[in-house]
C-alpha cells in the first residue's frame, strides 16, 4: 500500500518556507530519532544550499541509544550539519541548543544583529514543545493529533536569535514506500489516511527481525511467532481483543500495537538504519531511472505514431 498525506495547507507552508529561507542564517530540523531517514525532508538538503543546519533528534528517549548514535555520525557527514539529541523532559538541553545554534554562525553571534533561524519537522515530530521550551512559555500548541501547526509565526528568543516557526510538512511523493510506513507507525500521519492493521503487521515484522526480545518481554510469548500476522494474532488473543466465535479482532490488535510502540512502553525502537536507508534509496533511483525510460520510450512510440 503506498502511502500518501498531503493537506492543502501543507502545500502552501512548503511555499512560504521557500520565500523566507533567504532571510534565515541557519536551519533547525526537528526529526524523529526513531525514524532520523524517513522525518527527514528530502527537499532541505536542496534549498538550504550551503546554510548551516541543526538536526534534532527528537524523543531519544523513545529511541535505541546506540542507534541513535550512529545516526549522528551519518547525518553529521553531510556539510554544515549538526546534531544534538533531546526529548520533551529534557529541559536542560534547551540551552545547548540556543549555544550550539551561537557556534554554528559565530559571524552572527558577535554582533549586533539577531540571527535569523528557521524550525522546521514533519507534523507530530514534537516541533512545538520544543518551540514552547526554547521560548520558555507557551507559544505553539501541542497535541498528539499531527498537523496542529498551520500558520508561520515569529518567535524572539534568549541570546539574539529569532525563530521563524513553519507548519508541519510532509513531502507531497513518498517515493520510498518503507517512509511511508514508518511515518505510520510513528504517528506522523493521521489515521483517517491509512490502515492500522496493514501499518500494525509491518511493524510487528520489522520488530520480529530487530527486537524479538521485546516482543516476547512484552507480549509473553512462549516462542516467537513465525510471522507477522500471527504474532498480531497472538497479540490480539492476549489482550482479550476478540470477535464472536473467538476470532482476533485485527484492528484493535493493531491499535495496541501502535499505541504501545508511539509511548514507548513496548521499549526504546528505532525503525531504520543508516544501512537500510541507504539500500532502499538505492532502489527508489533505480525505479525512478525506469519510469523515465518508461515514459521517454511513451513518448517516442507517440511521435512515431504522428509522423
Known sequence: MAIQWYPGHMHKASKEMKKILPQVDLIIEVL??????????????????????????????LADPELTEKWQIYLEQQKGVKTITMNAQQTDRVSDLLELCLKMVPHKAQSVKNI????????NVGKSTLINSLAGRMIAKTGNEPAIT???????????????????????NLENPHSGYRLAVTGAIKETAIDNDDIALYAVEYLLQAYPALLT???????LPASGLE???????????????????????AKILLTEIRSGTLGRITLETPETVEKEWAEVLIAREEKAAKKAARKQKKQNQQQ
Open 32 to 61: 524523529d530519532a526513531r525514524i532520523p531517514f524517513s522525518s527527514e525532508n528530502p527537499m532541505l538538503a536542496e534549498l538550504r544550499g550551503d546554510k548551516p543546519c541543526i538536526k534534532v533528534l527528537n524523543k531519544f528517549d
Open 150 to 172: 498551520k500558520m508561520q509565526q515569529r518567535i524572539k528568543l534568549d541570546k539574539g536569535i529569532v525563530l521563524h516557526d513553519t507548519p508541519g510538512v510532509l513531502w507531497p
Open 231 to 253: 504474532a498480531l494474532e497472538a497479540i490480539g488473543s492476549k489482550r482479550g481483543c476478540l470477535r464472536s466465535g473467538g476470532r482476533v479482532d485485527l484492528d484493535r490488535a
Open 116 to 123: 535569523q533561524t528557521m524550525i522546521m519537522g514533519i507534523p
Open 217 to 223: 518481554q512484552r507480549y509473553d510469548f512462549k516462542t
